[in-house]
């Protein structure tokens, strides 16, 4: 539509142009997808670092003198059961139980914490060993790639606990909705890293 203003002789033009309608939430969701990707770049960026010097042991201690994977077993089905606690948290809000998901969110706190625990146990026993990561370039990798990832699961439960606060204070409101669904997708990203993790260092590295 065009409409027309004559304040002067010369009249001006405007362009009426309809209003762009984006759905609520849209550019957070989109937001969160190309971080995850980027994440995936880093992540593979370590794997392949691994890959390349995981077995430059320079005539240190090398994976089976190291592993325990009796621990790290353990570790892994915290990790794995947060990811389903997780997923029953979903269930609970979609529901609109807003205290059952209070309820499955602080079990999957408590057992990313659990996993967090488990893991500065196995670098603080490496450590003791000599088997830090200034020891070999093996180490070095494991070290990053591990401890990058392990950094990740602890923003994860610093996330969880500041979106418990605000579920709490405001309820299931859009904008906290839409966090839990970012959080959920974080959380079953690193739950499929972790598995990598597991298979490419840990039971390859046992072969």
């Known amino acids: 539509m065009v409409s027309t203003v004559t304040h002067t002789d010369t009249p001006a033009v405007y362009w009426e142009t309809e209003p762009h309608h984006h759905p609520e939430g849209g550019s957070t969701r989109l937001g969160f997808w190309i971080y ?11 794997f392949a670092v691994f890959a390349v010097v995981g077995q430059s042991y320079a005539a240190g201690p090398g994976p ?72 070999s370039a093996f180490l070095s990798a494991f070290f990053a790639l591990v401890g990058t990832h392990g950094l990740h699961v602890l923003f994860g439960c610093i996330w969880l606990v500041t979106l418990m606060v605000q579920i709490n204070q405001k309820g299931l409101i859009p904008a906290n909705t839409r966090r839990m669904e970012c959080l959920s997708m974080f959380w ?8 990598g993790v597991f298979t490419f260092v840990y039971l390859l590295g046992m072969i």
Not at 114 to 123: G, T, V
Not at 188 to 195: E, Q
């Open 36 to 46: 995850l990707m980027s994440d995936c770049l880093m992540f593979a960026v370590l």
């Open 64 to 135: 089976k003198a190291l592993f325990d994977l009796n621990l790290i077993a353990i570790n892994t089905g915290f990790l794995l059961v947060s990811s389903i606690t997780f997923g029953f948290a979903m269930l609970a809000m979609y529901e609109g139980r807003q205290a059952r998901m209070q309820i499955w969110l602080a079990v999957t706190l408590l057992l990313g914490l659990a996993f967090l625990a488990l893991e500065i146990y196995e670098f603080h026993h490496l450590i003791e060993l000599g088997a830090g990561p200034q020891r």
């Open 188 to 195: 079953h990203f690193l739950d499929v890293i972790w598995i």
